[in-house]
């Protein structure tokens, strides 16, 4: 079965930090860009960070830039974000996906072919 798994959410205060991993699994990702988005009630996905398929390469929305660091693991198959200085509206469904024709250089949720379930991150004051 081929997913994307997500885990590393949760609650967190202003200043936190919260790491976060998507697992992808069912296939080899090593060929594929992957990234977060993340999405709160009534509003659409947003980008958030991606990295290439070799993680040579990351983009970083402008909200995200300088907190948030977005890495593959040892595996390829993995992702990690370390968010840092976590702000209140970093609160949102956070959403780990995956696309082989842009190598991570687009913030469309529509070009990412492949999506995790979402893991919550709640920052409170």
């Known amino acids: 079965q081929i997913e994307l798994v997500e885990s590393g959410g949760g609650p967190a205060q202003v200043g936190d930090s919260l790491k976060l991993s998507c697992e992808g699994s069912?296939?080899?990702?090593?060929?594929?860009?992957m990234g977060w988005f993340r999405q709160t009630p009534g509003k659409e996905r947003e980008f958030v960070a991606s990295?290439?398929?070799?993680?040579?390469?990351?983009y970083y929305s402008d909200s995200v830039q300088g907190r948030f660091t977005i890495s593959r693991g040892d595996t390829r198959n993995t992702i990690l974000m370390e968010m840092n200085n976590l702000k209140l509206e970093d609160t949102a469904t956070y959403y780990c996906?995956?696309?082989?024709?842009?190598?991570?250089?687009?913030?469309?949720?529509?070009?990412?072919?492949?999506w995790g379930q979402g893991t919550q991150v709640t920052v409170s004051s």
């Open positions: 069912g296939r080899s990702w090593s060929s594929y860009a």
């Open positions: 990295v290439s398929w070799n993680g040579a390469t990351t």
């Open positions: 996906a995956a696309e082989r024709w842009y190598d991570g250089n687009t913030r469309r949720a529509s070009d990412y072919n492949y």
